[in-house]
């Protein structure tokens, strides 16, 4: 079928025309037809609205100090996975909820998601935030405060020991230095340091281990002649070295050397002094135990070995360079063994002559440097990252490329999927296979980081099967807005749809007859007035509408539109009651204590029931989560007999 994409824009100056004829959702035809009387409209304590979502409060706060915004995903099961010795986000996963926080990194809202999910996975791979932690839904809430997640995860020590650590006889431990079971060293610094905001959104950009962002694919200009590995100090100096971040399933050893500045080190001629024994996040675990301690801003004063004096001090002085030292894999229970080898920042002291860190300056000041490691093969280099904290100014060679400055996020997407399912004998019940007519959808919501607002929604609608005999139509009503609040709608897909006019809502018709557009895609743009997320919570008002425009069948309580026919209520089977804002449901029988005539499903690959074989004997437990009113067998559509 020829396709067709066309813009209507939607002029605030023509609301009063579309408003013409309008009436509010309540402000309905009550009773009518030709069998009125005949039904008692169900009561609300009678009445479950076969709702497979839930709402709950949302409470997240990762306690910044500074203008640092981020986003962060809300996962139904652990969205990590292992793959080339690195932990990384498994794409196939799609969260139930996405969202901004302010820029202290707080967020407190209420959303939806499937009313089976009972614990969440909280996610995000902004710098300076622990992730992923899992939580349970309790009370209706979902409540996160990283200092005190922090706290509690501290509590859980193996206990610090005093001496009795076994570490390879060619690194050197700077005066005094010992460490926990964790590898948290006891010269830490008190207070965190972690750096700017801009600082932590380059990092997390530079050094990223998603495929075609990886610095080996967008600068290969770095890796070449050890450019971007070391620092050759032009003034003398204190230097701190801060964690920032791991995506290594590898627990590495981190370290540093020096060198005379302009001389070739080797293995045999620098001293590898220990700063990091574990470059492990709290958040790191293994077979279901915690093995990393740290937090980004985690802080260690580098000491200067003197090797004329056979001493260490604190400054290090013009004309050395510092170079950088990995251990792969080889922290384990306390100890620090040999693991799979040492990896050098200086090409040429490593085995395969590859380039194993990246150090790049910050433009902004010359007393930030970013350091990425790679510790085995992919080269992603954000295995361990740091930056080099540089106590005086003008202190270290200006030469060398600049940390990639990148701009904070500006919008975050939240994607809704599920399936409709509608009965198309309404007001009659008939046979209840909910196969009539089947749809999927998958909706992308646009927020602005700033805002909070919802300014571009993006539907996507896919016909999937049509059971039933009656030519029906399809459409989707804002219900929630008013015309001015909608700037423009696009439509792309088979010929037929259109935006109609004179309702009090915007509503968009996508067909008039399912079977001739089944399995073909309809994708709908539509830019708003920044509005609120429950104003366009997916999937909106959506219904079918039988042998022509004015038999319409909506999900239970969800209003008809303007240009339904509302003499169809309270005959037949229909026990609606327009007082109390009942829409669509009836009462049954034995089996099931009512009925709805269109279901939302919270998945995309629902099993269609057979013709004429009523749905709870396709899902058996559907019977119990109906007489439940949702309470129980809440992924009844999970359980096909």
Not at 113 to 122: A, G, H, K, N
Not at 449 to 471: A, C, M, Q, R, W
Not at 540 to 558: A, M, Q, T
Request: charge should be negative; include cysteine.
């Amino acid at each position: 079928m020829k396709q067709r994409k066309m813009k209507q824009i939607v002029f605030l100056s023509l609301m009063s025309m579309l408003l013409l004829g309008s009436c509010t959702d309540r402000d309905v035809y009550q009773g009518g037809g030709e069998e009125t009387g005949k039904n008692t409209p169900l009561k609300p304590s009678e009445v479950f609205d076969f709702s497979m979502m839930q709402q709950v409060k949302v409470n997240v706060d990762y306690g910044f100090a500074g203008d640092y915004y981020i986003t962060f995903d809300l996962y139904s099961q652990d969205p990590m996975k292992e793959e080339n010795d690195s932990w990384i986000k498994d794409e196939s996963l799609s969260p139930v909820y996405s969202a901004p926080t302010d820029k202290k990194g707080r967020y407190s809202g209420t959303v939806e998601i499937p009313s089976d999910i009972t614990e969440v996975w909280l996610y995000t791979d902004y710098l300076g935030a622990i992730s992923p932690v899992k939580l349970t839904i309790s009370n209706g809430e979902i409540n996160y405060n990283q200092s005190a997640y922090i706290a509690s995860l501290q509590t859980k020590t193996r206990g610090t020991t005093t001496g009795g650590h076994n570490y390879l006889d060619d690194w050197m431990l700077m005066p005094g230095v010992d460490w926990d079971g964790y590898g948290m060293p006891n010269n830490m610094e008190a207070a965190l340091s972690a750096p700017p905001a801009e600082i932590l959104y380059s990092i997390r950009s530079t050094y990223s281990n998603i495929s075609g962002r990886q610095i080996k694919d967008l600068h290969p200009e770095w890796l070449n002649n050890n450019t971007t590995s070391e620092i050759k100090i032009i003034k003398d100096t204190e230097l701190s070295l801060v964690f920032v971040a791991s995506s290594a399933s590898f627990n590495n050893t981190v370290g540093y050397f020096t060198y005379k500045s302009g001389t070739v080190p080797t293995p045999e001629t620098v001293q590898k002094v220990l700063a990091f024994p574990n470059a492990s996040p709290i958040s790191k675990v293994s077979d279901g135990e915690r093995t990393g301690s740290l937090l980004c801003g985690h802080e260690v004063k580098l000491k200067y070995w003197n090797e004329d004096e056979q001493k260490f001090e604190d400054k290090f002085p013009a004309g050395v360079t510092v170079g950088w030292s990995l251990q792969a894999n080889a922290f384990k229970s306390g100890d620090i063994l040999k693991g799979i080898g040492i990896r050098y920042s200086y090409s040429t002291m490593n085995y395969d002559n590859s380039q194993r860190v990246v150090a790049l300056r910050d433009g902004g000041t010359d007393q930030i440097v970013a350091i990425g490691f790679e510790d085995n093969v992919d080269f992603d280099y954000c295995d361990a990252t740091f930056y080099l904290k540089i106590a005086e100014a003008n202190a270290i060679d200006p030469g060398g490329p600049e940390l990639p400055p990148v701009d904070p996020p500006s919008n975050v997407t939240t994607t809704y999927k599920g399936t409709l399912a509608y009965e198309d004998q309404w007001p009659a019940q008939k046979d209840y296979d909910m196969n009539d007519v089947v749809m999927t959808y998958q909706s992308t919501l646009y927020r602005n980081v700033v805002s909070n607002k919802i300014y571009k929604i993006v539907d996507e609608f896919i016909p999937l099967h049509s059971g039933g005999t009656h030519i029906c139509g399809f459409g989707y009503q804002l219900h929630n807005l008013t015309p001015d609040r909608v700037r423009s709608i696009e439509v792309s897909g088979p010929d037929g749809w259109k935006i109609e006019t004179a309702q009090s809502h915007p509503t968009v018709i996508l067909f008039d007859n399912m079977k001739s557009v089944l399995n073909q895609k309809f994708t709908v743009t539509i830019e708003l007035a920044d509005v609120d997320l429950s104003q366009v919570t997916p999937p909106y008002n959506p219904f079918i509408f039988v042998n022509g425009r004015s038999r319409e069948v909506h999900l239970v309580n969800y209003a008809p539109t303007d240009k339904a026919d509302k003499s169809f209520f309270n005959t037949s089977d229909d026990m609606s009651n327009i007082d109390e804002g009942i829409y669509y449901i009836t009462r049954y029988g034995e089996e099931v204590d009512i009925m709805p005539f269109a279901i939302n499903l919270p998945i995309l690959d629902f099993s269609i029931p057979t013709e004429g074989v009523k749905i709870y004997d396709t899902y058996p437990d559907f019977i119990g989560w109906v007489k439940s009113k949702g309470t129980t067998n809440k992924n009844w559509y999970k359980n096909k007999k």
